[in-house]
């Protein structure tokens, strides 16, 4: 059991200074006051130490011991992960709601993973096989579908002396034995791990399949990669946390970490109500078996929020080493830095811009970095790609933390409060936005549908792009003063804009498309542009155009044509080329 | 300086240091952080404060009422040995309070022995249950574009000289549980309401109160009040002890309760105030880089929880400085609540009540509580098409006063027409107007028969079959 080591000097807030820094290391776990809070050391100096507490610390005294563990901040990690909602620090809410009520009270303590429950376990290794970190000694189904392999921790090697035969166990049963030099250590299904700690792998690949999110303007246009770094910034009431809601429904990843990071209780209360009864439409099975919630909600206590991050992006680091592709929503990454401010706001530091502290770019970046698809030390290949909110205040994107975000991501979903406004979503702003991923995913698209994606999308964005400068001079003398050709460009970028663009997280239709709908919409709004063209430049007029009934067709096919029923977008092409085909013969002689 | 220990709690006499509300005592020991003290001056006034920060022999205390007439060798400090709890009770209703709840009507102390944290708690995630019951304000701009849900937490942003308290009090007056459209009206249980004020003037309380007796709800109203005149520092508390007595009425005693708190921008500037002294370092403003946090564990005190069918709803009002939306107190606001009514300066200058500014403005929860079996089964598309139809109008006016109305093509100046309608017969109602939801339905689909169909792509064509009334005969 832990043991004093210090006494307390000072409180304010979540910060807590104490005599009796020898006794303790860095970043070490302790245990603060009679009731025991959670706290982390977080700065040495001379007699002192400073120790952040999560959890809060009205009635505490001067005096009031100070508990040392010896062990840095950890999560536990092993079967029973999935499913589950914890706050900060991996406290699980539901044990915390049975014991206590309705209402957080500090001090309540459980086990991250359930002790009693018990796992069907299969071995998958033998007596006398060297194992090296990360080995799969075996594997315990934790959902109907999804195989928990159960690996040795990553800094152990060594023979297997003993392996358990298949049955049911707990996680903290002895499962396997290994020899390790002169010592044997038992090992069980429960790891774990510092959450301050990258978990180690080999390599890292190079990360070229697009993470499919069934959403169109970041699937055709932006794409992220398997592994890759996407941020989400925009002021309030944007669609950061719809975006966010929508990847996690529907993003082709095996596991999915959700951190609501300092937002709102209600969100994360909608995540846990309706993904028990969404189906996840690769698996069949409800999205809640591939999810696990973390929420440290906006009035929870501010260094578990700090702690959030890291217990999320440790845990999704656990389920890529066991070879899976795992996508991470941290919203919002903006109240992450801001409870860093506060903590060093309380430590005095001196602050940098905005009073954020100078290492607040550090520590962005060590976040991001713990993305990537990488090869495992167990031989697999996997994948944690990060998508992270930003909430700027105003929201101006030149704040500290969107700035230093755009250094550590390669995409960036620019949400704008005006598209906001007149109820364009996702509010994705598309002349603003980028990806770098563009190139190394085309592949992958031709690849998978045959068609040459990347065009298609280079030239709707071209489009688009002439739409912008086309709509400054719109409004200063009005569209009647551009020729045709150009309101043909402005007939077919409506079309990407509401036919495309434009997608709805609350109907069941459109909110999400397949690959093969994404890329077949493209394909016949761009074949409705080059038909379109051919008409006005022998000098159709525009009106022609505009009036034709397949306009509507194709604006409402996102919501009338389902992924099942491609045909119909034959159907529509056809309708192209009748109406269009009318026309073109009126203006051929 | 001398220490006794008297009974509830140890006494310190003299101060080491007084600096705006904040003074700091010195010897003591054992003193809590977020403690209650009892601070006595020379004339053996009492006044009350809280530690803001504890160290080796020393605290800093931030006290309520100011520090004006207290002097370092005269005072004295006792410690309570708790942080700060208010008695709650049924009775409270109908009662008014000060900043820190003290009876301030005349009437004797609340006669109860349940005394509850100011600072509550927060809501386990699971413990909640996702709001869902709309509340039928009887408002367009409201129940039609922007609904309001029981648990919902959605807040008036305003700016001075705009009537957003005339807009809450008709809101706290008209609401009712919704019903689906068409459905016989119900007996919707009635809400009972707490009121919080912060720095107002006494004329925005009196406004409330008189509005409060003539709906005949005053009994179901409780009130507390730290006017413009009185201490700014209370106000830290004053949200606090109204949210705690809804607690306890929603969770507790399973009412439906509606939370109206004005006017938060003046709370944040007591907050920035105190952070000041201090010497913290500031973030935007001048504002506390906790700014975020702090508001949150007020606007978060909302919701419904699975073991009580009560609900807290709650309305703050802000007036936004120089009516700038991204200025710290509204947009930290905006960042927290479930959405925002925003009231516009042009609309209210043209005479329009309420002035709602519909494209700004937002209920997040709005989607969960409409629709089929809710409302209507078009109302979220029908709405989605009001915005897009508004947003554009406002293209179209600017449009227009580069090139001239005249010059517009015919689909524009249909939409100048419905943008004219819209402000005019939508946002437009008298202060007394109970709309029902099936009327707010109707209005907004004659407004949308004023532009052609092939611009209603946001609603479906079986809904343009049956509620379209416009003279575009097209398919
Ligand atoms: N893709 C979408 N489809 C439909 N509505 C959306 C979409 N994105 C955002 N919204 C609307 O915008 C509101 C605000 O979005 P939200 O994600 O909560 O914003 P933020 O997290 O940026 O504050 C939502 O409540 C919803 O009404
Ligand atoms: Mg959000």
Same mark, same amino acid.
């Given at each position: 059991?832990?043991?004093?080591?210090?006494?307390?000097?000072?409180?304010?807030?979540?910060?807590?200074?104490?005599?009796?820094?020898?006794?303790?290391?860095?970043?070490?776990?302790?245990?603060?006051?009679?009731?025991?809070?959670?706290?982390?050391?977080?700065?040495?100096?001379?007699?002192?130490?400073?120790?952040?507490?999560?959890?809060?610390?009205?009635?505490?005294?001067?005096?009031?011991?100070?508990?040392?563990?010896?062990?840095?901040?950890?999560?536990?990690?092993?079967?029973?992960?999935?499913?589950?909602?914890?706050?900060?620090?991996?406290?699980?809410?539901?044990?915390?709601?049975?014991?206590?009520?309705?209402?957080?009270?500090?001090?309540?303590?459980?086990?991250?993973?359930?002790?009693?429950?018990?796992?069907?376990?299969?071995?998958?290794?033998?007596?006398?096989?060297?194992?090296?970190?990360?080995?799969?000694?075996?594997?315990?189904?934790?959902?109907?579908?999804?195989?928990?392999?159960?690996?040795?921790?990553?800094?152990?090697?060594?023979?297997?002396?003993?392996?358990?035969?298949?049955?049911?166990?707990?996680?903290?049963?002895?499962?396997?034995?290994?020899?390790?030099?002169?010592?044997?250590?038992?090992?069980?299904?429960?790891?774990?791990?510092?959450?301050?700690?990258?978990?180690?792998?080999?390599?890292?690949?190079?990360?070229?399949?697009?993470?499919?999110?069934?959403?169109?303007?970041?699937?055709?246009?932006?794409?992220?990669?398997?592994?890759?770094?996407?941020?989400?910034?925009?002021?309030?009431?944007?669609?950061?946390?719809?975006?966010?809601?929508?990847?996690?429904?529907?993003?082709?990843?095996?596991?999915?970490?959700?951190?609501?990071?300092?937002?709102?209780?209600?969100?994360?209360?909608?995540?846990?109500?309706?993904?028990?009864?969404?189906?996840?439409?690769?698996?069949?099975?409800?999205?809640?078996?591939?999810?696990?919630?973390?929420?440290?909600?906006?009035?929870?206590?501010?260094?578990?929020?700090?702690?959030?991050?890291?217990?999320?992006?440790?845990?999704?680091?656990?389920?890529?080493?066991?070879?899976?592709?795992?996508?991470?929503?941290?919203?919002?990454?903006?109240?992450?830095?801001?409870?860093?401010?506060?903590?060093?706001?309380?430590?005095?530091?001196?602050?940098?811009?905005?009073?954020?502290?100078?290492?607040?770019?550090?520590?962005?970046?060590?976040?991001?970095?713990?993305?990537?698809?990488?090869?495992?030390?167990?031989?697999?290949?996997?994948?944690?790609?990060?998508?992270?909110?930003?909430?700027?205040?105003?929201?101006?994107?030149?704040?500290?933390?969107?700035?230093?975000?755009?250094?550590?991501?390669?995409?960036?979903?620019?949400?704008?409060?005006?598209?906001?406004?007149?109820?364009?979503?996702?509010?994705?702003?598309?002349?603003?936005?980028?990806?770098?991923?563009?190139?190394?995913?085309?592949?992958?698209?031709?690849?998978?549908?045959?068609?040459?994606?990347?065009?298609?999308?280079?030239?709707?964005?071209?489009?688009?792009?002439?739409?912008?400068?086309?709509?400054?001079?719109?409004?200063?003398?009005?569209?009647?003063?551009?020729?045709?050709?150009?309101?043909?460009?402005?007939?077919?970028?409506?079309?990407?804009?509401?036919?495309?663009?434009?997608?709805?997280?609350?109907?069941?239709?459109?909110?999400?498309?397949?690959?093969?709908?994404?890329?077949?919409?493209?394909?016949?709004?761009?074949?409705?542009?080059?038909?379109?063209?051919?008409?006005?430049?022998?000098?159709?007029?525009?009106?022609?155009?505009?009036?034709?009934?397949?306009?509507?067709?194709?604006?409402?096919?996102?919501?009338?044509?389902?992924?099942?029923?491609?045909?119909?977008?034959?159907?529509?092409?056809?309708?192209?080329?009748?109406?269009?085909?009318?026309?073109?013969?009126?203006?051929?002689? | 300086?001398?220490?006794?220990?008297?009974?509830?709690?140890?006494?310190?006499?003299?101060?080491?240091?007084?600096?705006?509300?904040?003074?700091?005592?010195?010897?003591?020991?054992?003193?809590?952080?977020?403690?209650?003290?009892?601070?006595?001056?020379?004339?053996?006034?009492?006044?009350?404060?809280?530690?803001?920060?504890? %160290?080796?022999?020393?605290? &800093?205390?931030?006290? =309520?009422?100011? @520090?004006?007439?207290? $002097?370092?060798?005269? +005072? !004295? *400090?006792?410690?309570?040995?708790?942080?700060?709890?208010?008695?709650?009770?049924?009775?409270?209703?109908?009662?008014?309070?000060?900043?820190?709840?003290?009876?301030?009507?005349?009437?004797?102390?609340?006669?109860?022995?349940?005394?509850?944290?100011?600072?509550?708690?927060?809501?386990?995630?699971?413990?909640?249950?996702?709001?869902?019951?709309?509340?039928?304000?009887?408002?367009?701009?409201?129940?039609?574009?922007?609904?309001?849900?029981?648990?919902?937490?959605?807040?008036?942003?305003?700016?001075?000289?705009?009537?957003?308290?005339?807009?809450?009090?008709?809101?706290?007056?008209?609401?009712?549980?919704?019903?689906?459209?068409?459905?016989?009206?119900?007996?919707?249980?009635?809400?009972?309401?707490?009121?919080?004020?912060? %720095?107002?003037?006494?004329? &925005?309380?009196?406004? =409330?109160?008189? @509005?409060?007796?003539? $709906?005949?709800?005053? +009994? !179901? *109203?409780?009130?507390?009040?730290?006017?413009?005149?009185?201490?700014?520092?209370?106000?830290?508390?004053?949200?606090?002890?109204?949210?705690?007595?809804?607690?306890?009425?929603?969770?507790?005693?399973?009412?439906?309760?509606?939370?109206?708190?004005?006017?938060?921008?003046?709370?944040?500037?007591?907050?920035?105030?105190?952070?000041?002294?201090?010497?913290?370092?500031?973030?935007?403003?001048?504002?506390?880089?906790?700014?975020?946090?702090?508001?949150?564990?007020?606007?978060?005190?909302?919701?419904?929880?699975?073991?009580?069918?009560?609900?807290?709803?709650?309305?703050?009002?802000?007036?936004?400085?120089?009516?700038?939306?991204?200025?710290?107190?509204?947009?930290?606001?905006?960042?927290?609540?479930?959405?925002?009514?925003?009231?516009?300066?042009?609309?209210?200058?043209?005479?329009?009540?309420?002035?709602?500014?519909?494209?700004?403005?937002?209920? !997040?929860?709005?989607?969960?509580?409409?629709?089929?079996?809710?409302?209507?089964?078009?109302?979220?598309?029908?709405?989605?098409?009001?915005?897009?139809?508004?947003?554009?109008?406002?293209?179209?006016?600017?449009?227009?006063?580069?090139?001239?109305?005249?010059?517009?093509?015919?689909?524009?100046?249909?939409?100048?027409?419905?943008?004219?309608?819209?402000?005019?017969?939508?946002?437009?109602?008298?202060?007394?107007?109970?709309?029902?939801?099936?009327?707010?339905?109707?209005?907004?689909?004659?407004?949308?028969?004023?532009?052609?169909?092939?611009?209603?792509?946001?609603?479906?064509?079986?809904?343009?079959?049956?509620?379209?009334?416009?003279?575009?005969?097209?398919?």
């Amino acid at each position: 059991m832990s043991e004093q080591v210090g006494t307390i000097t000072w409180i304010s807030g979540p910060v807590v200074r104490a005599r009796g820094s020898r006794h303790v290391g860095m970043l070490e776990l302790v245990e603060v006051g009679t009731e025991r809070l959670v706290g982390e050391v977080i700065g040495l100096k001379g007699d002192q130490m400073t120790v952040q507490v999560y959890e809060e610390t009205a009635g505490m005294q001067t005096g009031a011991p100070i508990f040392g563990t010896g062990l840095p901040l950890s999560v536990e990690l092993g079967p029973g992960l999935i499913q589950s909602i914890y706050d900060g620090v991996q406290r699980p809410l539901p044990l915390i709601e049975e014991a206590v009520g309705s209402f957080i009270n500090r001090g309540a303590r459980f086990d991250s993973i359930s002790r009693e429950k018990k796992w069907k376990f299969t071995p998958k290794v033998k007596v006398g096989d060297e194992v090296k970190g990360g080995a799969v000694l075996g594997a315990v189904m934790e959902t109907d579908t999804f195989e928990h392999r159960i690996m040795l921790n990553p800094d152990d090697s060594g023979t297997i002396s003993w392996i358990a035969a298949s049955g049911e166990y707990t996680v903290t049963d002895v499962i396997a034995k290994v020899k390790m030099g002169r010592e044997e250590k038992s090992v069980t299904m429960l790891q774990r791990w510092p959450v301050r700690r990258a978990r180690p792998f080999v390599s890292r690949r190079g990360a070229n399949i697009p993470l499919i999110t069934g959403q169109r303007i970041l699937d055709t246009f932006f794409p992220v990669a398997k592994g890759g770094a996407a941020g989400i910034p925009g002021p309030f009431g944007s669609g950061k946390t719809v975006t966010q809601h929508s990847i996690a429904k529907w993003a082709d990843a095996e596991i999915i970490v959700y951190i609501g990071c300092g937002e709102r209780g209600n969100e994360m209360t909608e995540v846990l109500q309706e993904f028990p009864h969404l189906v996840d439409p690769r698996t069949g099975r409800p999205l809640m078996e591939r999810t696990v919630l973390i929420a440290n909600t906006s009035n929870m206590p501010v260094a578990a929020r700090e702690a959030s991050i890291y217990t999320g992006i440790t845990i999704a680091e656990y389920y890529r080493d066991m070879g899976y592709h795992v996508a991470l929503m941290a919203d919002s990454t903006s109240r992450w830095a801001e409870a860093l401010r506060e903590v060093s706001g309380r430590l005095e530091e001196m602050p940098a811009e905005e009073g954020y502290p100078a290492y607040l770019a550090g520590r962005l970046a060590e976040f991001y970095e713990r993305a990537g698809y990488v090869n495992n030390l167990n031989g697999t290949q996997g994948s944690v790609s990060i998508v992270g909110a930003v909430s700027p205040p105003g929201g101006d994107f030149s704040e500290p933390v969107t700035q230093h975000t755009k250094r550590f991501i390669r995409c960036f979903w620019a949400l704008d409060k005006s598209l906001a406004s007149a109820r364009h979503f996702p509010a994705i702003n598309w002349l603003d936005s980028y990806s770098e991923y563009l190139e190394d995913v085309a592949f992958w698209w031709r690849e998978k549908t045959g068609k040459d994606w990347l065009s298609m999308r280079n030239r709707a964005m071209e489009l688009l792009s002439e739409e912008s400068r086309l709509s400054q001079i719109v409004k200063l003398v009005g569209p009647d003063a551009l020729p045709y050709t150009e309101r043909m460009v402005l007939e077919t970028t409506r079309l990407i804009r509401e036919g495309i663009l434009q997608q709805n997280a609350t109907e069941s239709v459109d909110a999400f498309s397949s690959v093969e709908k994404q890329i077949r919409m493209l394909e016949l709004v761009l074949y409705f542009h080059e038909r379109g063209m051919a008409i006005v430049r022998r000098g159709a007029p525009i009106n022609l155009i505009h009036d034709l009934p397949v306009v509507d067709t194709i604006i409402r096919a996102k919501s009338t044509v389902t992924n099942e029923e491609m045909h119909k977008f034959d159907d529509i092409q056809k309708q192209i080329d009748q109406q269009m085909g009318q026309l073109d013969a009126e203006y051929r002689s | 300086m001398s220490e006794v220990t008297v009974q509830g709690g140890q006494e310190v006499l003299g101060v080491g240091r007084i600096e705006g509300p904040i003074l700091v005592v010195e010897g003591g020991a054992n003193v809590s952080y977020d403690e209650v003290v009892e601070i006595q001056d020379s004339r053996g006034q009492v006044r009350r404060g809280r530690v803001l920060e504890v %160290g080796e022999g020393f605290a &800093v205390i931030q006290a =309520f009422a100011g @520090s004006t007439g207290l $002097s370092i060798d005269g +005072t !004295r *400090v006792r410690f309570l040995g708790n942080t700060l709890h208010i008695p709650v009770a049924d009775e409270m209703l109908g009662r008014i309070f000060d900043g820190l709840g003290n009876p301030i009507d005349g009437g004797p102390e609340p006669l109860t022995d349940r005394y509850m944290d100011v600072n509550g708690q927060p809501i386990n995630p699971t413990a909640r249950i996702y709001p869902r019951d709309y509340i039928q304000t009887g408002i367009s701009t409201i129940d039609g574009v922007n609904t309001l849900l029981r648990g919902q937490k959605l807040p008036l942003f305003s700016g001075a000289g705009m009537p957003h308290d005339q807009l809450a009090a008709q809101i706290v007056r008209q609401a009712t549980l919704g019903k689906i459209a068409g459905a016989p009206p119900t007996e919707g249980e009635e809400f009972a309401i707490v009121f919080a004020a912060m %720095g107002v003037k006494n004329d &925005v309380a009196d406004y =409330f109160r008189r @509005s409060f007796t003539e $709906s005949g709800a005053l +009994t !179901r *109203v409780a009130m507390f009040l730290n006017l413009a005149d009185d201490p700014p520092v209370e106000r830290i508390v004053t949200p606090r002890a109204a949210l705690t007595l809804a607690e306890y009425l929603a969770y507790e005693l399973e009412k439906h309760v509606l939370v109206v708190l004005t006017d938060m921008t003046n709370y944040g500037e007591a907050l920035r105030q105190i952070s000041n002294v201090r010497g913290e370092v500031p973030s935007r403003k001048g504002y506390p880089g906790y700014l975020y946090s702090d508001l949150a564990s007020m606007y978060e005190r909302t919701g419904r929880i699975r073991t009580s069918k009560g609900s807290i709803t709650q309305i703050p009002i802000l007036t936004m400085p120089n009516d700038d939306i991204t200025h710290p107190m509204p947009d930290l606001t905006g960042y927290i609540t479930e959405g925002q009514i925003v009231l516009g300066r042009e609309l209210n200058f043209a005479g329009i009540y309420p002035p709602v500014a519909v494209l700004p403005s937002l209920s !997040r929860l709005m989607k969960d509580g409409i629709g089929k079996n809710r409302t209507r089964d078009d109302h979220p598309r029908w709405g989605a098409q009001l915005y897009a139809a508004y947003a554009r109008t406002q293209d179209v006016r600017a449009l227009a006063s580069v090139i001239g109305e005249e010059e517009l093509s015919d689909v524009d100046q249909k939409y100048l027409k419905f943008g004219r309608a819209f402000e005019r017969e939508f946002v437009n109602q008298s202060f007394t107007e109970n709309r029902s939801i099936e009327r707010t339905l109707e209005i907004g689909w004659k407004l949308l028969s004023i532009l052609p169909k092939k611009e209603l792509t946001r609603v479906t064509l079986d809904e343009i079959a049956q509620y379209y009334k416009g003279d575009d005969a097209s398919n």
